[in-house]
């Protein structure tokens, strides 16, 4: 069984950068899409960021565009979100997931399988 545990929330002020990680265990992680998504509350959730496993090809959304990084580091099974220049607009609760069908990596979340439990991101002003 796939599972997945987020850490690395907190609450940090505008400007700061925070790096939220993703374990996974339970699965064969290779040519797979893993991604991160966030819910504010009276929101829907969006995606933000993902990373093709094999490859490392990466893709985001324009609202983090430049100021998120993900990345993988294989032999530790982890995802990174390394989110730098925080804004208010960004705190949210931030989910892993993983894609098995393969491709490049996208935005579509009812193609990701597995989910984590979620980290709180809180960005005050």
């Known amino acids: 069984q796939v599972q997945l545990v987020e850490s690395g929330g907190g609450l940090v002020q505008a400007g700061d950068s925070l790096r939220l990680s993703c374990a996974a265990s339970?699965?064969?992680?290779?040519?797979?899409?893993m991604g991160w998504f966030r819910q504010a509350p009276g929101k829907e959730r969006e995606f933000v960021a993902a990373?093709?496993?094999?490859?490392?090809?990466?893709y985001y959304a324009d609202s983090v565009k430049g100021r998120f990084s993900i990345g993988r580091d294989i032999a530790k099974n982890t995802m990174y979100l390394q989110m730098n220049s925080l804004k208010p607009e960004d705190a949210a609760v931030y989910y892993c997931?993983?894609?098995?069908?393969?491709?490049?990596?996208?935005?579509?979340?009812?193609?990701?399988?597995?989910w984590g439990q979620g980290t709180q991101v809180t960005v005050s002003s």
């Open positions: 997931a993983v894609d098995f069908s393969g491709g490049s990596p996208h935005g579509r979340s009812p193609e990701y399988a597995y």
């Open positions: 339970g699965g064969t992680f290779s040519s797979y899409n």
């Open positions: 990373i093709n496993w094999n490859y490392g090809s990466t």
